[in-house]
């Protein structure tokens, strides 16, 4: 795989009528496997892109999706998403947030809509004309999700709305009739309670067999915050917080290696070992993206909470970051970090392991203090904000700026940098480390303001879908590419069970 170019270029590209934002658009898997893009626009239309198979032939699809209930006139979309498993059977619910100008004063609405009528569950139109919750709110609107809840009923899937209040919103199918109604967060979710900002992002993974959840909450304030929660005893089990200088745009939890089911005619030729059957929690890290400031990866966050952050180099010299993804782009098996900025840029990163880098707990990048940087204290593991941003990144050491001794600050820096190259390599504070290097970049006409990776094509690959602040860019790998690493893994599959059946054809002949 090292040394291959990977090429990813438009498939489909459609235009909007209007601007979207980073909250307007969501990805749908229908019943029968095939994946479509709801996005939609600030006039208060609503667009499904898909491909569908016309004489034989792919062909990209976009069509407007008329729902009820929501005003053409003085209508703005804030927040769109949709889920296809609920309480009570797989089945399409799609919730939208706008915003309706009435008399001079703007109303917020949350609608909720899911078909009743059998065997029609995964229509769009069907499902666009049946709303199920029509609710005023009182509070500007911000990130619209879902997640998973554990209940004494089990678990269950949920709506999560973030707002101006300060608050995150639940909302619960309450029965099999598809009502849903609001209920108190905090009592499912205590990480929620006693929040001071309003939250910009949110990310939730489960690990342990839902018996500890990882929440992260990105605040307009700049401050993220993460906590390690019993499911079980819903207590708290620890909390990290770091503050940024901007608001947090954009945060979610990933492991560094793509976990990918093995289809089903592979299975034959794999066998797995025993002590590879136990399955074990993944090393999850999280990627944090802030307007004004570098995109940063706080790595291990179940060991080391956010003591271990990684700077992606050049990530802020495109203006304000305004979205991301964490997908495999060049089929290794590792994942790519994706950046979306307001300047027009997608940009790619790779982890790549170095042994020239001092132990982190160990460096100290600062000249009038012997504390160490990255050291979050044992009461509130919060890293101080002053020292995060003389570290964060290589423009926070100005040359202007000197220290107690008279040096600068990046004078400092690069006798640090000088110094770790000639360590010796047996010293035992040399370990490898992963840091982020640019993979590769692209421009476009428009802001990126989202990254979406799914199969859109139905071919069982996964594309990029850029959403940019006009349009819809469908992007795809080269083919023929794609076909060779396919072969090549295959041919692997195959040499490895000739040469195991070999051995035992020899082992059993002695």
């Known amino acids: 795989m090292e040394g291959r170019n990977w090429r990813w270029t438009d498939a489909h590209f459609c235009t ?18 095939t994946n479509k893009l709801l996005i939609a626009s600030l006039v208060g239309k609503i667009f499904s892109v898909e491909y569908q198979r016309i004489f034989d032939k792919l062909t990209p699809f976009t069509r407007e999706i008329q729902f009820t209930y929501i005003p053409g006139d003085d209508t703005e979309i804030i927040a769109v998403d949709a889920l296809s498993q609920c309480s009570h059977g797989k089945r399409l619910i799609i919730a939208i947030v706008f915003t309706k100008a009435d008399d001079n004063e703007s109303k917020q609405f949350l609608n909720l809509y ?5 065997g029609e569950e995964f229509n769009m139109e069907n499902v666009a004309e049946e709303c199920r919750l029509s609710l005023e709110l009182y509070f500007v609107p911000y990130q619209l999700t879902h997640t998973e809840m554990v209940s004494s009923n089990g678990r269950e899937t949920v709506f999560l709305l973030s707002g101006s209040d300060c ?162 782009i060049d089929f290794d098996g590792e994942n790519e970090i994706l950046i979306g900025t307001y300047g027009q840029e997608l940009i790619a990163y790779k982890f790549s392991h170095s042994k020239t880098q001092h132990r982190r707990d160990e460096v100290n990048l600062s000249t009038d203090s012997c504390e160490n940087p990255w050291h979050c204290s044992n009461n509130d593991k919060t890293m101080d904000p002053q020292t995060f941003r003389r570290v964060r990144s290589q423009e926070s050491f100005p040359v202007s700026l000197e220290s107690d001794n008279g040096r600068s600050l990046m004078d400092s820096k690069k006798e640090l940098c000088t110094s770790l190259k000639e360590l010796p390599k047996n ?84």
């Open 16 to 33: 909007l009528p209007s601007q979207t934002n980073v909250y307007g658009h969501t990805k749908i898997q229908g019943s029968d496997g």
């Open 114 to 118: 899911t078909s009743s009528q059998y």
């Open 167 to 328: 608050k995150i919103h639940l909302f619960r199918e309450c029965n099999s009739e598809h009502i849903f109604i609001e209920e108190d967060s905090g009592v499912f979710f205590p990480e929620f309670t006693g929040t001071k900002s309003c939250v910009h992002w949110l990310d939730i993974v489960y690990i342990d067999n839902y018996v500890r959840r990882l929440t992260a909450m990105g605040h307009q304030c700049g401050l993220l915050i993460v906590s390690i929660v019993d499911v079980q005893k819903l207590e708290i089990l620890r909390t990290y917080t770091v503050d940024h200088d901007s608001p947090i745009t954009y945060i979610s939890f990933f492991t560094s290696h793509n976990e990918v089911n093995c289809p089903e005619f592979l299975k034959s030729f794999i066998e797995k070992k025993e002590d590879e059957r136990d399955p074990q929690v993944p090393e999850y890290h999280l990627l944090a993206l802030s307007a004004l400031e570098p995109a940063i990866v706080y790595e291990h966050v179940l060991q080391h909470g956010l003591t271990h952050p990684i700077i992606l180099p050049e990530s802020n010299k495109f203006d304000a970051i305004l979205c991301g993804s964490v997908t495999d």
């Open 427 to 510: 010293r035992q504070d040399v370990q490898a480390v992963e840091e982020g290097c640019l993979l590769w970049q692209r421009s476009f006409a428009y802001p990126v303001i989202g990254i979406t990776k799914l199969d859109i094509m139905g071919d069982g690959m996964e594309n990029l879908v850029v959403v940019t602040l006009k349009g819809v860019h469908v992007l795809q790998p080269d083919l023929h590419e794609v076909a060779e690493v396919c072969l090549d893994r295959l041919k692997m599959l195959t040499n490895e069970n000739s040469d195991k059946k070999e051995k035992d054809c020899i082992v059993d002949d002695t």
